[in-house]
Every structure is written in structure tokens, then in C-alpha cells.
């Protein structure tokens, strides 16, 4: 059975902090790792990471995939309260041809305070 | 643990014909579920809040009537994708909130509209 814990489930920390958060998974047939924002609707879409692509970088956000350990680290740095929300992991198998599925953690609260 | 399942995983159907896609939370309640689109670049948008022993409230630019939400029980919400259209064709997820910051997600279900 696929498998991702995320952790921590939550932190608090203050403006100008940098955070790291971490993903590990258990799958068989690795494809792609991905991560997600959520703060009210639908979790925005951050980062994917495959065996070719680990290490991904937007502004203040990074993301490196760690095939050897199976995991995957996202990190936040001069953190703001808007960026206070839970990130979700989700890791997506190979289950065979034109099949697709996502695996999610149970996503890590990040609260930002000034 | 929490989980939530989705069936079917996968789904291939001829333009114009209905599909039902059931969304089950296992070894827990929940009075509200979520169903989320998810479109080729990864991001992730919800189409509705599916409501136990109420009607579903959708998302703007959502049809009601194509997208049939009925949350039968405390358990289960299926979403009907009426008269489907190529254009339909997607990734379905469905979640679940065990407690006010915990979102359990389904493993998704493709949907293929010849």
C-alpha cells in the first residue's frame, strides 16, 4: 500500500523564519512527487519532482527530491504570514499504462505569526 | 488510520454517456466532502462541497447539471459527470475532513471521454 507522512503536522514560527518541511513516501514504481498550498478552496499547486527534475526552486520556495531516502524536503525561507497554510505532498505511482493516482500526506500546518 | 477511496480508478467512456464516481470516507463521517478537478498542469480545482442531507454547493463556472453531486449518507458521495464530453475527460479527487485542519484525499479517478 502507498504510503506518505508528512511532518511535522504543524508549526509555528515568525516572520523571517525559515521553515523546512518534510514529505516521505512508500510507493512501488516512483513517477513524480508533488506539493501543494492550501489555504481556504483548492490546494495551489507548487512544485513537481520526478527522477529527472529534483530540485526546484520558485522565489522563496524550494523543493529537493531525495530518490535515495524517498523524500522530499520543502523549504520557505524570510517566511511571511501569507504564507501561513498547510502544504500537502502528494506522490504520484507508475500503476501501469494510462493509469494515474495520488498518494497525499496529511499535510503539515505552517503558521506564520508577525 | 483515516482513509478515503474512490471508485472506480478509471474510467473510459463514449461522448455522451453518464459516469458515477463514488467517493467513500472508511472508518469515519463526514458530513461534507470536496470534489476537485485536476487539470494537466498539476493544479488542482474545486468543482463543489458536497453536503450530507443538503445540496452540494458549486463553485462558480461549475454546471450543476452536468455534475451531479448527491452525499447519500455520512459515508459516501458520488458525482455523476452527465452526458460527458471529451472536454470532461480529467482527473477527479474527492476529500474528506476528519478534523477542522485534516484533509484525507482519494486516490483520484481518470476519466477518458472517446
Known amino acids: 500500500e502507498d504510503k506518505v507522512v508528512q511532518s511535522p503536522l504543524s508549526l509555528v514560527v515568525h516572520e523571517g523564519d525559515t521553515v523546512t518541511l518534510n514529505c516521505s513516501y512508500e510507493?512501488?514504481?516512483?513517477?513524480?512527487l508533488l506539493w501543494y498550498k492550501q489555504e481556504k478552496k483548492a490546494p495551489t499547486f507548487l512544485f513537481m519532482l520526478?527522477?529527472?527534475?529534483i530540485e526546484k526552486k520558485s522565489g522563496r520556495l524550494s523543493s529537493i527530491l531525495d530518490k535515495k531516502e524517498l523524500s522530499s524536503i520543502l523549504n520557505i525561507t524570510a517566511t511571511q504570514t501569507g504564507d501561513s497554510a498547510i502544504y500537502l505532498c502528494a506522490v504520484d505511482p507508475w500503476t501501469g499504462a494510462g493509469s494515474y493516482q495520488l498518494t497525499f500526506g496529511k499535510g503539515t500546518k505552517l503558521s506564520v505569526i508577525p | 488510520g483515516a482513509v478515503v477511496s474512490q471508485h472506480p480508478s478509471r474510467v473510459i467512456c463514449k461522448s455522451g454517456t453518464s459516469v458515477k464516481i463514488e467517493c467513500r470516507s472508511l472508518d469515519f463521517q463526514a458530513t461534507t466532502m470536496f470534489w476537485y478537478r485536476q487539470f494537466p498542469k498539476k493544479s488542482l480545482m474545486l468543482m463543489a462541497t458536497?453536503?450530507?442531507?443538503?445540496?452540494?454547493?458549486?463553485e462558480q463556472g461549475v454546471e450543476k447539471d452536468k455534475f451531479l453531486i448527491n452525499h447519500a449518507s455520512l459515508t459516501l458521495s458520488t458525482l455523476t459527470v452527465t452526458s460527458a464530453h471529451p472536454e470532461d475527460s480529467s482527473f477527479y479527487i474527492c476529500?474528506?475532513?476528519?478534523?477542522?485542519?485534516?484533509?484525507?484525499f482519494g486516490p483520484g479517478t481518470r476519466l477518458t471521454v472517446l
Open positions: 520526478t527522477s529527472s527534475g
Open positions: 476529500s474528506a475532513p476528519l478534523l477542522s485542519d485534516t484533509q484525507y
Open positions: 458536497s453536503n450530507e442531507g443538503s445540496k452540494a454547493t458549486y
Open positions: 510507493v512501488t514504481n516512483f513517477r513524480s
